[in-house]
């Protein structure tokens, strides 16, 4: 998947994003850590309806992403 988008918008607890024109509910691996509007992230996992993504911070620069 390794698609980078935006996190958007923050829901009674929802974290959403617009990943290729549609909009998708996303969570985050990290979820001690979680989601701000406007973070950049890359698509890891699609579970059902759900996306799951990494804040951009936490993937080294060795590979190769664009900050």
Known sequence: LAQLDQA????????WALIHGERWQVRSTKP???LSPGQVVRVDALHGLTLEVSP????????GELR
């Open 56 to 63: 951009i911070d936490d993937i080294p620069p060795s590979q």
């Open 8 to 15: 958007q918008t923050i829901e009674e607890g929802e974290a």
């Open 32 to 34: 001690m850590n979680p």
